[in-house]
Nanobody
Framework: QVQLVESGGGSVQAGGSLRLSCATS????????WGWYHQAPGKQRELVAT???????NYAGSVEGRFTVSRDNTKNTVYLRMNSLKPEDTGVYYC????????????WGQGTQVTVSS
């Protein structure tokens, strides 16, 4: 089992920054990769960034150059640094962990709200 708890959301003006955290506990050794997802109001959840155990990262085109995903192994925490925020970045951000097991399992956090005003 893996538990994920997101934090760090809030309300900011366009152009501002936030850093989201995803605290991970449980069977951390079984995790293959983490992902950050964005769900805008009335829309489907979309992947914005991933980080793999060896710290390879990938980003959606809409956040490339503005968002940075990183990991602190000493704190078992994954971060999403969000700069140059835009109103369209508003929504709930979720952290997901995918395990190395076969078949792989996904674990989700409860989400954290980000609101960007123009």
């Amino acid at each position: 089992q893996v538990q994920l708890v997101e934090s760090g959301g809030g309300s900011v003006q366009a152009g501002g920054s936030l850093r989201l955290s995803c605290a991970t506990s449980g069977s951390i050794f079984s995790i293959r990769n983490w992902g950050w997802y964005h769900q805008a109001p009335g829309k489907q959840r979309e992947l914005v960034a991933t980080i793999i155990r060896d710290d390879i990262t990938n980003y959606a085109g809409s956040v490339e150059g503005r968002f940075t995903v990183s990991r602190d192994n000493t704190k078992n925490t994954v971060y999403l640094r969000m700069n140059s925020l835009k109103p369209e970045d508003t929504g709930v951000y979720y952290c997901k962990a995918t395990t190395l097991t076969f078949p792989p399992r996904d674990y989700w956090g409860q989400g954290t709200q980000v609101t960007v005003s123009s």
